[in-house]
T-cell receptor, first 114, second 113 residues
Framework: DGGITQSPKYLFRKEGQNVTLSCEQNLNHDAMYWYRQDPGQGLRLIYYSQIVNDFQKGDIAEGYSVSREKKESFPLTVTSAQKNPTAFYLC?????????????FGDGTRLSIL | AQSVAQPEDQVNVAEGNPLTVKCTYSVSGNPYLFWYVQYPNRGLQFLLKYITGDNLVKGSYGFEAEFNKSQTSFHLKKPSALVSDSALYFCAVRDRDTDKLIFGTGTRLQVFP
């Protein structure tokens, strides 16, 4: 059954701590995305990757980092530099020709501060 | 810059009545438009898209959307609402320069029995 798996579903961060959110897809998609969702603000793009070993900053990349060593995986690290990390984080993937194919989303990770 | 606007934070409708969730866009050139739905604590699910062709697009779960170029709108519609349609709905447009999706702020649909 093809899809996107995000883990964990809930995550708590202590002050000064880095945490990593996992995103794995078995859809054979080239492109992967990380979004942050805050109430009333819709989805904002953090980072995206259109191919393995390459990624670009989105609109709110400060305080976050990513890697794309494998096609299936696009982990997001929320660093201690991100001062307001409490949010719902969504990972998505798509074929590179986005014009014809929609993005597929995982079920998200909710990050909170301890 | 490309953008979409969803002017209503919430839409309330009685079960069995038609529903409309509004979306307007601002893009250069022809737009690629999408609607997604989000249930509580879940990711977004794709409903439908407009790329080109017929202005009335049919999608999942009985939803459809009407593309109106002169009004730069892409409103989501359903002839008869169900309580189970209650969710958060997002309109999005593809930025042709970057391939990124730009999302509206979302509209919460509440269908009352």
């Amino acid at each position: 059954d093809g899809g996107i798996t995000q883990s964990p579903k809930y995550l708590f961060r202590k002050e000064g701590q880095n945490v990593t959110l996992s995103c794995e897809q078995n859809l054979n998609h080239d492109a992967m995305y990380w979004y942050r969702q805050d109430p009333g603000q819709g989805l904002r793009l953090i980072y995206y990757s259109q191919i393995v070993n390459d990624f670009q900053k989105g609109d709110i990349a400060e305080g976050y980092s990513v890697s794309r060593e494998k096609k299936e995986s696009f982990p997001l690290t929320v660093t201690s530099a991100q001062k307001n990390p409490t949010a719902f984080y969504l990972c998505a993937s798509s074929t590179r020709d986005l014009s014809n194919q929609p993005q597929h989303f995982g079920d998200g990770t909710r990050l909170s501060i301890l | 810059a490309q953008s979409v606007a969803q002017p209503e934070d919430q839409v309330n409708v009685a079960e069995g009545n038609p529903l409309t969730v509004k979306c307007t866009y601002s893009v250069s050139g022809n737009p690629y438009l999408f609607w997604y739905v989000q249930y509580p604590n879940r990711g977004l699910q794709f409903l439908l898209k407009y790329i080109t062709g017929d202005n009335l697009v049919k999608g999942s779960y009985g939803f459809e959307a009407e593309f109106n170029k002169s009004q730069t709108s892409f409103h989501l519609k359903k002839p008869s609402a169900l309580v189970s349609d209650s969710a958060l709905y997002f309109c999005a447009v593809r930025d042709r320069d970057t391939d990124k999706l730009i999302f509206g702020t979302g509209t919460r649909l509440q269908v009352f029995p």
